[in-house]
């Protein structure tokens, strides 16, 4: 697979219509420090959502290909490593070897008028 796109905190990620076909697409969030942490986007109907590419089962990336991180039928999030599933809007895992309580890390978004773009970074 290929690094994906590098992206700031604040910057725009992408457009809605870009996540069409896949409607995933896979990013490398960059802070100031220079950490990286891959990230993904997906898109249902009209609405975006995006997690950190950590499966919660082994902490491995759930995607084998780039930009696929959907079940066939697009309904679910699948982890390819052992076939964990988790709901698009909220991450919340569907099935898997893991616990029922699990959870994909969600990551703040904004979308305006047909764009996507990272939260600016909380100062702690
Ligand atoms: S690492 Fe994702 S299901 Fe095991």
Redesign the pocket.
Known sequence: MSKPPIVKPGEILCRVEDLSDPPSKAFTLQFDDGEEVEIFAVRKDDCVYAYIND?P??L?P?NWKDDVFLTLDKSRIL?V????TFRIETGQVLS??MPANCALTAVPIDVIDGVVRLAPREES
Request: net charge neutral; proline share 8%.
């Open positions: 499966c089962h082994q491995l759930l982890c490593m052992h076939g964990a898997g070897p």
